[in-house]
């Protein structure tokens, strides 16, 4: 009567709380980027306390019902004057731990090992026909009945998200992070972005950092040598802000172009960008022949920034490394 009676109550406690935490992650299936942590977590605390509570309650009420009827047994042998039988019958008191721990480990006492002992030796140590402890297998039955509920809600119905939507939830939400993070940094520039700069100062600068970075390879005048001219509407890659900014962002390596990313600030190349869009229409000495494209700014829907006087003095860094920058 007792096995009969308490297995199964211990095995539907045991799936009371993974059916608890399942229901609550079907009410929220997404859960918010900012919700507070430690409020989730004390509700997390709370379906297990109240887990716990539950299985302890079920445990009393099933070792409250396994007394009343051994006691309605110890009470009809009495009425039929077997007083022996009861007093065989009777077990000595055992507190409620010990109680508990004996329903929960269903282990044989060590006066009755032997009516286990499988007679295997190992240097002394016997082995024992131990049953499960009734706590594991409930534990391990919760595991299957959850199991097939998490299969259920998560990947054939739409009760909660899929592993898969849970990913593109979370990609997009770090996105999103990303881009705030970005967007509070100075150097935010990027090719979606760029616009050319026309303060003297500012153009200055780029054209120092042409000087000491990009003669090499397009001249001093930007009437080209290894690379293209600089300086007439022909262009290999687009002749907008956009464009310039891009090509010497990414390089063009298949011509010898490296990308200048990793050596210069985005600032510096909207600098440099801006100043190269000052020498169109400079038409300087021995200027290299037209390559590319005649680019229309105002079909391309591109900004070029004002001509400025391009023989204005400005310090060059004599300290930078000179790299080929063929591209236009």
Known sequence: MKNICLRPILLAATTLLPLAIWAQAATTSVVPANQDFWANTFGNLTLIVAGVVVIGALIAITRLFSSVVKMQEIQMLREKGIEEVVEAYRQPEQSWWDRLMKSMTNAVPVTQEADIDLGHDYDGIRELDNKMPPWWLGLFYGTIIFSVIYLFAFHMSDIGPSSKEEYDTEMETAKAEVNAYVATQAEAIDETNVTAVTDEQELALGKSIYEASCVSCHGKLGEGGIGPNMTDEYWLHGGGIADVFKTIKNGVPEKGMISWADQLRASDMQRVASYILTLQGTNP???????????????????????????????????????????K
């Open 285 to 327: 000495p021995n200027g290299k022949a037209p390559q590319g494209d005649k680019y229309d700014a105002s079909k391309a829907g591109g900004t070029a920034a004002p001509a400025t006087d391009s023989a204005s003095p400005a310090p060059a860094d004599s300290t930078a490394a000179a790299a080929p920058a063929v591209g």
